[in-house]
Structure formats: C-alpha cells, structure tokens
C-alpha cells in the first residue's frame, strides 16, 4: 500500500481531537445536568464498580489482538489476521462469565437503598461486551487502512447515543439510574455495530460495481489511499473467520507478539484502572466517596480523552509502521529515522507543554471550574483539592503516555518480554503504595500512587529510548524539556492566578475568571512564538501530505 503513515495519523489524530472535544463538551454539558439528577453514590456504582467491570473485560479481551496486529499491517496475510481476531469473541464470553461472577458473588453489592438494579447493570456490561468484540475485525481494518474520518464518526455516534439514552431515561424515572446505563450502553453499542457493518457492505459493493474508481461512501468518508488494489477483501463474507487452503488458520508470529501483549496487558490494566481495583476489591472508600472521586478524576482527565488520548493512539499506529521492531536504528533508513526523531522531540515538547498548562492553572480554578460543573456542593469539601492533585497527574499522564507509547511501538519480542516483568513489579508496588497512601491521606492518595506509578513508567520508557538512540545522532528527548520563556509564562501565571483566587474568587468570580484568561493568552501566546519552529514544522508537514495526496 503506497500510503503515508505521518499523514495519516496526523489527520487521525486531528480528526479525534475535533470530534473529542465537540461531542465531549456535549456530554460534559448533558454529564453537569445529570449530576444533579442522580446522588453520588449511585454514581460511584455506575461508574467506578460497572464501568471497570467493561473496562476489565474489553482491555483484556482486544488490547493485546489490536497491538499485534496494527503491527507493519502492510505484510500481513488478512485471512489469517481475520481469523486470529475472532478469537476475541470466545475469550471475552469467558472473561464475562468469570469477572460477572466476580462482581455479582465475590464483591460487596451495593445497599439495597443505594440501587436495586445492580444486577441488571452486570449483565448489561457483559452482553455488550460481547456484541462489541464482533465488531472488531472491521475495526481493526478501518484503522489499518485508513478510514479515518469514517472511525472517528462512529466513535462519536456511540458516545452520542450512549449519552442522549441515558439522559432521557435518568431524567424520566432519576430511581432507575443503572437501569438507564444499561440501556444506554447495550444500546450504543447495537448501533455501533449495526453501522461498521452496513458501511463495509456498502463500501465493498461500490468497489465491485465500479472497480476503476476511487470508491468509498460519501466523499467526506473517503479514506486518503492511492490504489484501489490495496484493499483485500471483495465480500463481507471474508471479515468472517474461515478455513485457509494450503496454509495455517493464523500467523503464529503474529500470535506469539498477541501473546507478549496480553500478558502485558494484564499488568498495564491494574496500573490503569489500580485506584478502582483498590476501591472495588478493599471497599476503602464508601460508593458516596467513590462517587465524588469519579467525578473529580473524570473532570481532570478531560485533557486525557480530549487530546492525549488520541495523539498517543496515532502516534503508536506511525511509529510502528515506521520504526521496526527488530533493527538497530542506525540499520533502518535514516531518512525515516530522522523524521520519526523528529515527530517524537515535537511531540514530546508539545504534551509536556499542555501538562505544565494544567498543573499551572489548575491551582487556582478547581473550585471554580467544580462550581461551574456539579454545583456548591461540589465544590465544596474534599473535592478542589482532589481536582488541584490530579493536575500533577495530567502533566505525569502526558509525558507517560508519549514515552511509553513509542517504547510499546518499537520494542521486540525479548523486549517486550522483559517490559512485562517489570509491569509485574510496578503492578504490586503500585497496589501496595494505594493502599498505604488511601489510608494515610484518603482519596487524594489514589492520585498520589497514581503519580508515583507513572512516574516510574515514565523512568523506564525514557530509559528504553536513550539506550535505543544511543551512539546516533538523534536526540527525542530533548523534548521534555520545554522552552525557557514559556516555562517562565507558565510559572508566572500560576502565582497570579492563585492570588487572584485569595482576592476575588468570594467576591467576583467573573474578575477571577478574566485574570485567567488573560494569564492563559499571554502563555499560549509565548509558546507560539518560542516554538515557532514546531508550529512552522507541523503545519509544512501538513500541508507537504494534503498535496502530496490531491
């Protein structure tokens, strides 16, 4: 396939943060009315205890299939990676079975007066689950492929439907909280589904009706490819597993690498989600305090799922195309080399920017920003100096995310291998310092653990890309440390701001909010024009890859 993997996963990348944050500030909105329709405690049920029950079952059963086999998707045999991702639906009927029994018979039910429909909640997670798992041949393709704009609007249909759903029927019968959750969520995911499929079909009967064209959905769908023989399937019948001729049912290397991953993966999904473990399985915090918490930490990863999240899943999909798994760097062609030196120093530069941003400002407009989003007694409390914590975890997250997704991108096997053992260690120092820090300083020591936690990951990637980069001529991580006068700017706002916060956050709100905002335009400002070369190198590229592809 002649594609351009930069383009591409600068396009997914923009494409995500757009629709992220379009569609998440209407949820963000619908979430803030909700808020004050539901009590936090039957919050803290739907979305600490359910929503780590699907966050368990899905990581476990797609993450490691979805690593492997975006792996140098250009080489691969597709019959044999179709029927290699089926395997995801058996796997995640068992890990339903086994974690639903878990969470109906092992762990603590919530009080009778707290919800009566926890029950239902359970089996909602696991049925929709599973229908999602037969949606993932076709996702897989999407991406490998580069149906871009078509991936990102099918993400936000579901969070669409998952959120009107369940903000229709809470606001209808406010009782039935979970009972609302599971419909929303077993419908978002039938939906989600029913259009990945009725899209392929569509698509698929165009390229055999006009084989000559370049043929997609609508325009706006299109995906950027220049040859209409690189795709390799003719009939849906082939997204369905099948018996090969002459040939294994699956690549076994491709097999061993899922394996290396889910092994893996175990461990990166209690590092994770390793404060709701704590939570779930030691009962230290009551649903009420798992509520406020939920809230609180979902409010600071707001940057997380609106820009981190996306760039990181783009950048893996570039660097691993990019960058071979098993080859020296200096043994790979330097041209790709330097560019790929390049994206990662940029990109590094740019998340740690964002995260000094967060911490900076957000000293002094947790309350403010609580006040806006739950109401008084919101802000009042334990919850500000949660959401001021968890701003040193948005910049710790930001550099994590960028290292450990290059390091997860270009490790080999051996290297992998290795990376788990230490995933192992870091799994039981991580559970062991949240228990130690929850019983020490409450909920605000789930983020400090948490930070303590990405911290050391953040150590281990960065060692893994010096000793990658070692003895040649590239430096990517120069990136971390960011412009001198911007880091003045920065630091600079943080002390007005929270001054301002002492003087005017009693008496005007609205004075203390345009200090901020002045204060903020001031620091983007300063980083424009300190990085100026960044900016210019982004948008060149941009604009060399939107021609080279017209």
Request: hydrophobic letters at 50%; a positive charge; aromatic letters at 12%.
């Amino acid at each position: 396939m002649a594609k351009n993997f930069l383009k591409s996963s600068l396009q997914n990348a923009s494409f995500n943060i757009i629709f992220q944050i379009m569609f998440r500030c209407l949820t963000f909105l619908m979430n803030a009315f909700v808020l004050r329709h539901v009590e936090q405690a039957v919050i803290g049920v739907m979305n600490v205890r359910l929503l780590l029950l699907e966050s368990t079952i899905l990581f476990l059963s797609r993450e490691a299939f979805r690593r492997a086999c975006l792996t140098n998707t250009t080489s691969h045999n597709w019959a044999q990676v179709i029927n290699l991702l089926w395997l995801m639906v058996p796997l995640c009927s068992v890990m339903c079975v086994l974690f639903g029994w878990v969470w109906l018979n092992v762990l603590e039910l919530p009080d009778p007066k707290i919800t009566r429909h926890y029950t239902i909640g359970v089996y909602a997670i696991a049925i929709s689950c599973v229908i999602e798992m037969c949606v993932e041949p076709l996702y897989l393709v999407s991406q490998a492929f580069l149906f871009v704009r078509f991936r990102v609007l099918m993400d936000t249909v579901n969070v669409i439907v998952r959120t009107t759903v369940f903000t229709v029927l809470v606001l209808w019968w406010p009782e039935g909280a979970v009972v609302a959750f599971s419909a929303a969520q077993i419908a978002a995911v039938v939906v989600y589904t029913t259009c990945y499929y009725l899209y392929f079909a569509r698509y698929l009967e165009e390229r055999r009706s006009r084989p000559q064209a370049a043929i997609g959905s609508p325009r706006h769908l299109q995906r950027p490819t220049s040859s209409e023989d690189d795709f390799p399937f003719t009939h849906m019948s082939e997204f369905l597993p099948r018996r090969l001729e002459n040939q294994p049912a699956v690549d076994w290397k491709l097999c061993v690498l899922t394996w290396s991953f889910f092994k893996q993966g175990i461990l990166k999904q209690i590092l994770t989600e390793g404060e709701r473990y704590v939570m779930t399985l030691f009962s230290v915090l009551t649903f009420y305090e798992q509520g406020v918490f939920d809230v609180v930490n979902n409010l600071g990863s707001l940057a997380a799922r609106f820009l981190f999240r996306p760039i990181e899943e783009s950048a893996y999909f570039y660097f691993s195309q990019l960058v071979n798994r098993d080859k020296p760097i200096d043994d790979q062609n330097p041209y790709q080399m330097k560019e790929a030196s390049q994206v990662l120093q940029r990109l590094l530069r740019t998340v740690v920017s964002l995260g000094l941003v967060a911490l900076c400002f957000g000293q002094a407009y947790a309350r403010l920003v609580l006040l806006l989003y739950g109401g008084t007694s919101l802000a009042a409390g334990l919850a500000p100096l949660l959401l001021k914590v968890h701003s040193l975890a948005i910049l710790l997250l930001a550099i994590n995310g960028t290292t450990e997704c290059y390091a997860l991108a270009t490790m080999d096997t051996a290297h992998l291998d290795r990376y788990n053992r230490v995933m192992a260690g870091l799994s039981v120092g991580f559970m062991l310092v949240s228990w130690v820090f929850t019983r020490l300083c409450g909920s605000v020591g789930f983020i400090l653990a948490n930070c303590c936690n990405m911290l050391a990951r953040i150590i281990h990637s960065v060692l893994f890309i010096r000793r990658r980069y070692q003895g040649t001529v590239f430096t990517p991580l120069d990136g971390l440390v960011p412009g001198r006068k911007f880091l003045i700017s920065a630091l600079s706002s943080a002390l007005i701001t929270m001054a301002s916060e002492v003087y005017f956050y009693e008496t005007s709100k609205l004075a203390h909010f345009l200090v901020g905002a002045t204060c903020l335009a001031v620091t983007c400002l300063t980083w424009l024009f300190e990085e100026r070369d960044l900016v210019t190198f982004g948008v060149d590229r941009w604009r060399r890859q939107s021609l080279k592809v017209d």
